[in-house]
């Protein structure tokens, strides 16, 4: 079964750091790029990062640019995201994808996706 299993999210203060954490199994991940994409409280879904499928290619929106790093780590089928300088406007469901690729074709419906890991920035 293919399975995306998000976790690292929790509740932080503005300025602080969170780094989730993207688990595959079922499928070849080593294959495929591999994205975060995020969910506020009423928005739609907005594309955060993407990166190559060897991991030596990264893409940022220009909201977290210099403040979120992606990575992966293919011996261990798993995606990261360090998040610093967290800011309010940042809380949000965050997912991992195969799909949205630097901000391409982000549908639900496409591609595999996890449950989402929620990280909340307030003081």
């Known amino acids: 079964e293919v399975q995306l299993v998000e976790s690292g999210g929790g509740l932080v203060q503005p300025g602080g750091s969170l780094r989730l954490s993207c688990a595959a199994s079922g499928f070849t991940f080593s294959n495929h790029v591999m994205t975060w994409v995020r969910q506020a409280p009423g928005k739609g879904l907005e594309w955060v990062s993407s990166i ?45 994808t195969t799909a949205c690729f630097v901000g391409s074709s982000c549908q639900r419906a496409e591609g595999y996706w996890g449950q989402g890991t929620q990280v909340t920035v307030s003081s």
Do not use: P
């Not at 210099?66 to 406007?89: C, P, V, W």
């Open 52 to 96: 190559s499928s060897g991991g030596s290619r990264t893409y940022y929106s220009d909201s977290v640019k210099g403040r979120f790093t992606i990575h992966r780590d293919n011996a261990k089928n798993t995606m990261y995201l360090q998040m610093n300088n967290l800011k309010s406007e940042d809380t949000a469901l965050y997912y991992c």
